[in-house]
């Protein structure tokens, strides 16, 4: 399992200025994080909820599925193109990039046992767009377009120009080419999907886009990549059953989701900082950004009380960010909570030559780059407990399956804490909904042309 140690935010080591005195907050707490722990559970089955991500590691059925349909598309395609933004792109990509050999899509066929590249479109740049076109040989691409409600304006414009050019592709084919994530039974992709008679899989109802990585929307892309999906849900299932647990002393999400709440309301350190010494985990950095953000950010708590709380998540990656950013963590504003990532076994090992041994880099012929990543990650913790910052530590004891899912879902369980400690619905997200709506006017939808003029004479003023 993996592990959390957070005595660098304790005052013991950092000073009672800066540091909790954690065993008195968690006897405090207990009680609350108890009842929190015991309604969150009694809630994941109840529609309306949004906690249904909680069971997608116990869905047999789904993952039996999706095996079956990887089965079947094995060796007919040398890429996988996801069509997705936000929840639809970013756990993919961070798995991905965790659990497939490094430069994966460099390598040959052969290096990568035949199974395909995989791309992600998450952006709507027209270069990115039309470079990642000019590259791909559309011929040989499964397209996996992922939106749950098939109105995002993103993804299906995107989805718009791949149809259309595979089409100009490959013909009358074009439909073995598309795959589509999308709503059971509504919204303008499952229309279109069973118009066309694409193969579809389902996002779950009450599974929002950022806690979607476990359903079909992430595990369809591992699959087709040879990821071994079993694993990701035994580490999913094995995690579940320890954060269960009512008792915060043996909770893991429990102790990180106080720590930071009390961090931001008694200490004002309402900066998150996720930083992996891990370069296969730097994407899990940029997944946790939109969970934390999009999920404790909010303006309104359950009572209709303004409140606009949500800690302000910062992604870095160890050690590169000792050289641009650790500076400002150790000697800028104390506002931050540094949450470090670190692995204790690498896939393989990578020993310094003994060269220069009569100069001053002499000292590191004979070590691994293994010692020394790890040594940076040390050392950068004690440094910044000397200047009382508090840190978390996350040690995995391996980048696999089984330990990467364990990671995402407590985070998952850690944010929903999280939410109920703030006292805000943690999987709704309204100011994000706005924006999207005046997109929609500006770009034309058909019932938003009060919208229109509204925002034109806003832009007009400004």
Partial sequence: MITLNYKNADANIIGKANGLDIESAFLSYSSQISDIISNIYSRKDEAGQWLKWMNLGYDSELYSSIKSFANSVKGKFENILVLGIGGSALGGIAVTEALLKPYWNLLSSEKRNGYPRIFFLDNIDPDTINGMLDMLDLRKTLVNVITKSGSTAETMSQFMILKDRLEKAVGSDYKS??????DKKS??????????????????????GRFSVFSAVGLLPFALLS?????????????DKSLQSK?????????????HYLMDKEYGKNLSVMMPYSSRLKFVSDWYVQLWAESLGKNKDRNGNDVNVGPTPIKALGVTDQHSQIQLYNEGPNDKVITFIRV????????????FSDTGIGYLGGKTMNSLLNAEADSTRVALSDYSRPTITITLDKVDAYNVAQLLYMLEVQTAIAGELYNINAFNQPGVEQAKNYTYALMGRAGYEESAKSLQAKMAAV
């Fill in 177 to 182: 080419h598309i795959v589509a994530t999308t």
């Fill in 187 to 208: 919204g303008i992709l499952r229309q279109i999907s069973d118009s066309e008679n694409y193969t579809t899989f389902v996002v779950p109802d009450d599974v929002g």
């Fill in 227 to 239: 990821i071994d999906i079993d694993s990701i849900a035994q580490g999913i299932r094995d995690m």
């Fill in 247 to 259: 008792d915060i002393h043996s909770n893991i999400a429990a102790q990180n989701a106080l720590i």
């Fill in 344 to 355: 204790k076994n690498f896939d393989t090992t990578l020993e310094i030559p003994h060269s």
